[in-house]
């Protein structure tokens, strides 16, 4: 079982001003949650702190029940995806797909093995089978997102973080990989926490979407039960005016006979 647990997390920085503030948030073993919001609503603080990359000013992050506030990010035993592909240009597929098992010391790192069986296992779920030998350069961006994706999940992580991973696509390619990583978690179950500011994005991947606004939690529930019943304006507005909009816009375009 891997649940997440912010307790009261709030994030303020030097200068006074409070990212995050007293978030109540857990994630059950297995589900996939979006944190949906507006540009600097707080969604990517809330992950860099379970990530390890920002300080807790106060209040407590739980992972499988461990307190992990003043652990480094490399001991929560997490997968991360940003918006940058962050591979290595001059290794091919299979060395950036390997790059962290090969990098581990001491009793963490794998037989070389088992870190090709991994490989390989990984490059199979990715569909990247054909594409170990290539670098980068040589792939689609799709591919490319897929190789992120796979290097995160190559370490068996507890909980998969990702952060508008998506941004950099062109919006065919956007479509084809959210169906890519709602199969995968489908196929792996991994307890999942996925940034987004795009509804659509959001609607679709999620078994539960958080909303944010201003650091503060706002809404939380399946994609369908926040549409339906939002709380408050902003949510009202954020959330179902935007779905509404988009839904009358193809209506207008391509209207029913």
């Known amino acids: ?59 407590n992050i739980m992972i499988d029940g461990a307190k992990v506030n003043d652990l480094p990010p490399g001991a929560r035993e997490l997968g991360m995806v940003f918006q940058s592909y962050a591979l290595y240009p001059h290794m091919s597929i299979g060395e950036n797909l390997s790059f962290g098992l090969r990098m581990a010391k001491g009793d963490n790192r794998l037989s070389d093995e088992e870190i090709v069986k991994r490989v390989q296992e990984t490059a199979k779920l990715m569909e990247l089978e054909d594409q170990l030998d290539k670098k980068p350069k040589q792939l689609s961006g799709g591919q490319r997102q897929r190789v992120a994706l796979g290097r995160a999940l190559i370490r068996q ?20 990989m959210r169906a890519e990583i709602r199969r995968l978690h489908e196929a792996l179950g991994t307890t999942t926490v ?58 207008n375009l391509f209207p029913k006979e």
């Open 1 to 59: 079982m891997v649940e997440v647990r912010y307790e009261s997390v709030t994030k303020q920085y030097e200068n006074g001003f409070e990212a995050v503030k007293g978030l109540d948030l857990k994630i059950n073993d297995g589900e996939f949650l979006v944190l949906l919001g507006p540009s600097g609503c707080g969604k990517s603080t809330t992950l860099r702190m379970l990530a390890g990359l920002e300080d807790v000013s106060a209040g």
């Open 157 to 176: 992580p507890k909980v998969l973080l990702m952060d508008e991973p998506l941004s950099n696509l062109d919006a065919e390619l956007r479509h084809q």
């Open 194 to 251: 996925y940034v987004t500011h795009d509804q659509i994005e959001a609607m679709t991947l999620a078994d539960r979407i958080a909303i944010l606004n201003q650091g503060e939690l706002q809404q939380h529930g399946a994609p369908l039960d926040v549409y339906n019943n939002p709380v408050n304006d902003f949510v009202k507005g954020f959330l179902c005016k935007h779905i509404d909009e988009i839904v009358e816009t193809a209506n």
